[in-house]
């Protein structure tokens, strides 16, 4: 397999730090609010990583962590009246949800910082010690950059005209470059843990510094295999990780590092202070989880990606002949998947997970299949290996696990559904009393909602024309 290393800038061979195993750590979200298409699009990018690496034979640890110590969740603790843990709580709860719907698999590993305390502080500690870190009067520690020759490596840059944390600028930094480990308490109603050097709350880098140390183990070079996350985390937050780990451990934090590209409306980075932040939750109200989860997979993941609705509709659209291809072959039971097929797809994401063509391979799968039924509509053994074929692209992918009925029912509210149930019910009580004339009319009263019917041996089914 070969991927893209965002310090190297070029796609290399991946070798594993072991042997058949691999570690991934990805940067999760910050919860204090409901997660936007850029959360989604990093989510989409690396459970594709799990899952190719997962189909190539690899044993998979995924690491994605919960940043629930932030300012931004201190101000909506003062915002809400609520608590940390209240409002920490529910968005975590919120975001898993909502990555179930696009099919994201959960990580192995799903540490929150309030839950590592202890390795922050000791790897803070550490720092001190080795005099990589300083406090300063107020009781914030600051890591000192210019202890760590190699900062910069990581993102070939080391200045930000931004912000270098997620804290505000001290006068007694030694460098400018300098970030905290540690914010000390500000008044009596901030909130704070107890630590040696102050109380108070970690800075933003040394907390995934610290989980990776405490679940991952080094082989004395790496602590991890791949540590990733979306292109805006290169620097600082990438850089400053890698650099504060180099100096506690003596080692690399990773030997890879992998990039997913922003999510754009208009041509502009998604960015709840430009206004523009599409959440998820409002997507997922209009369009099913899984027409998303292709949508947004359908462009390579280190790509920028301009969501509109009019390429979603045009996608949903190519989703849809997989379905009908699914429709066309089943019942039936799968036989075994096409070497040849799954060998191609196989090849195809093994070359930094190249999606365009792994789609255009499924496409040219499609049409073939289909060729092949036109010819001989009672093809039993192409037809259980096309529904093999489509549960191995189920498990590569992530999509066409559908029942294809239920498929093309999305979209169609409840009360509709509703009334569809109750006109089908009459169909078949005039059906059963040899009503054929009541029957028909049924189905053309059906057919001008837009809606298609199919009686098989186990009921009539009906989907959106």
């Given at each position: 397999?070969?991927?893209?290393?965002?310090?190297?800038?070029?796609?290399?061979?991946?070798?594993?730090?072991?042997?058949?195993?691999?570690?991934?750590?990805?940067?999760?979200?910050?919860?204090?609010?409901?997660?936007?298409?850029?959360?989604?699009?990093?989510?989409?990018?690396?459970?594709?990583?799990?899952?190719?690496?997962?189909?190539?034979?690899?044993?998979?640890?995924?690491?994605?962590?919960?940043?629930?110590?932030?300012?931004?969740?201190?101000?909506?603790?003062?915002?809400?009246?609520?608590?940390?843990?209240?409002?920490?709580?529910?968005?975590?709860?919120?975001?898993?949800?909502?990555?179930?719907?696009?099919?994201?698999?959960?990580?192995?590993?799903e540490p929150k910082a309030t839950e590592s305390l202890g390795a922050i502080r000791q790897m803070i500690q550490t720092l001190i010690d080795k005099n990589c870190a300083y406090s300063v009067s107020s009781g914030d520690v600051y890591f000192d950059t210019s202890k760590d020759s190699h900062y910069g490596e990581i993102s070939h840059k080391v200045t930000d005209e931004d912000t270098q944390s997620?804290?505000?600028?001290?006068?007694?930094?030694?460098?400018?470059?300098?970030?905290?480990?540690?914010?000390?308490?500000?008044?009596?109603?901030?909130?704070?843990?107890?630590?040696?050097?102050?109380?108070?709350?970690?800075?933003?880098?040394?907390?995934?510094?610290?989980?990776?140390?405490?679940?991952?183990?080094?082989?004395?070079?790496?602590?991890?295999?791949?540590?990733?996350?979306?292109?805006?985390?290169?620097?600082?937050?990438?850089?400053?990780?890698?650099?504060?780990?180099?100096?506690?451990?003596?080692?690399?934090?990773?030997?890879?590092?992998?990039?997913?590209?922003?999510?754009?409306?208009?041509?502009?980075?998604?960015?709840?202070?430009?206004?523009?932040?599409?959440?998820?939750?409002?997507?997922?109200?209009?369009?099913?989880?899984?027409?998303?989860?292709?949508?947004?997979?359908?462009?390579?993941?280190?790509?920028?990606?301009?969501?509109?609705?009019?390429?979603?509709?045009?996608?949903?659209?190519?989703?849809?002949?997989?379905?009908?291809?699914?429709?066309?072959?089943?019942?039936?039971?799968?036989?075994?998947?096409?070497?040849?097929?799954?060998?191609?797809?196989?090849?195809?994401?093994?070359?930094?997970?190249?999606?365009?063509?792994?789609?255009?391979?499924?496409?040219?799968?499609?049409?073939?299949?289909?060729?092949?039924?036109?010819?001989?509509?009672?093809?039993?053994?192409?037809?259980?290996?096309?529904?093999?074929?489509?549960?191995?692209?189920?498990?590569?992918?992530?999509?066409?696990?559908?029942?294809?009925?239920?498929?093309?029912?999305?979209?169609?509210?409840?009360?509709?559904?509703?009334?569809?149930?109750?006109?089908?019910?009459?169909?078949?009580?005039?059906?059963?009393?040899?009503?054929?004339?009541?029957?028909?009319?049924?189905?053309?009263?059906?057919?001008?909602?837009?809606?298609?019917?199919?009686?098989?041996?186990?009921?009539?089914?009906?989907?959106?024309?």
């Amino acid at each position: 397999m070969q991927i893209y290393d965002s310090v190297q800038k070029t796609k290399v061979p991946f070798n594993p730090i072991r042997e058949g195993e691999v570690s991934i750590y990805v940067c999760g979200p910050t919860v204090y609010d409901d997660a936007h298409l850029g959360h989604a699009r990093s989510s989409l990018a690396f459970d594709l990583l799990s899952r190719t690496l997962k189909a190539l034979g690899y044993t998979v640890t995924l690491c994605k962590n919960f940043t629930d110590i932030d300012d931004k969740i201190i101000q909506k603790v003062e915002e809400t009246g609520k608590s940390m843990q209240e409002i920490t709580a529910f968005y975590i709860e919120r975001y898993l949800e909502e990555m179930a719907a696009l099919g994201v698999q959960r990580a192995q590993i799903e540490p929150k910082a309030t839950e590592s305390l202890g390795a922050i502080r000791q790897m803070i500690q550490t720092l001190i010690d080795k005099n990589c870190a300083y406090s300063v009067s107020s009781g914030d520690v600051y890591f000192d950059t210019s202890k760590d020759s190699h900062y910069g490596e990581i993102s070939h840059k080391v200045t930000d005209e931004d912000t270098q944390s997620r804290v505000g600028h001290n006068s007694e930094k030694r460098n400018p470059k300098d970030f905290a480990l540690w914010k000390a308490c500000k008044g009596e109603e901030d909130i704070c843990f107890d630590a040696p050097f102050s109380s108070g709350r970690p800075g933003w880098h040394i907390e995934c510094s610290a989980m990776i140390e405490k679940y991952f183990h080094s082989n004395g070079q790496y602590s991890l295999d791949i540590h990733g996350g979306g292109a805006d985390l290169l620097f600082p937050h990438h850089e400053n990780e890698a650099a504060q780990s180099r100096c506690a451990t003596g080692h690399e934090l990773a030997k890879y590092w992998m990039h997913n590209g922003f999510v754009q409306m208009d041509g502009e980075k998604m960015s709840k202070s430009l206004g523009n932040s599409f959440f998820l939750k409002d997507a997922l109200e209009v369009y099913d989880g899984e027409v998303l989860r292709y949508y947004l997979n359908s462009v390579h993941y280190r790509n920028d990606f301009n969501f509109n609705e009019e390429d979603l509709l045009t996608s949903k659209k190519r989703l849809d002949k997989l379905y009908r291809l699914k429709k066309r072959v089943l019942p039936g039971k799968a036989s075994a998947v096409s070497k040849t097929f799954r060998q191609t797809l196989l090849d195809t994401m093994s070359d930094d997970l190249n999606i365009s063509v792994a789609l255009s391979v499924i496409d040219e799968m499609i049409a073939e299949t289909n060729e092949k039924l036109d010819a001989n509509p009672k093809d039993k053994p192409l037809k259980k290996e096309t529904i093999a074929n489509i549960e191995f692209i189920d498990t590569l992918l992530g999509f066409g696990g559908k029942e294809p009925f239920s498929y093309f029912q999305i979209g169609v509210d409840e009360a509709l559904k509703t009334k569809i149930e109750a006109l089908l019910q009459k169909r078949t009580e005039a059906k059963q009393a040899k009503d054929f004339a009541s029957s028909d009319a049924i189905r053309n009263e059906l057919t001008a909602m837009g809606i298609s019917i199919m009686d098989t041996a186990d009921g009539t089914v009906w989907e959106k024309a």
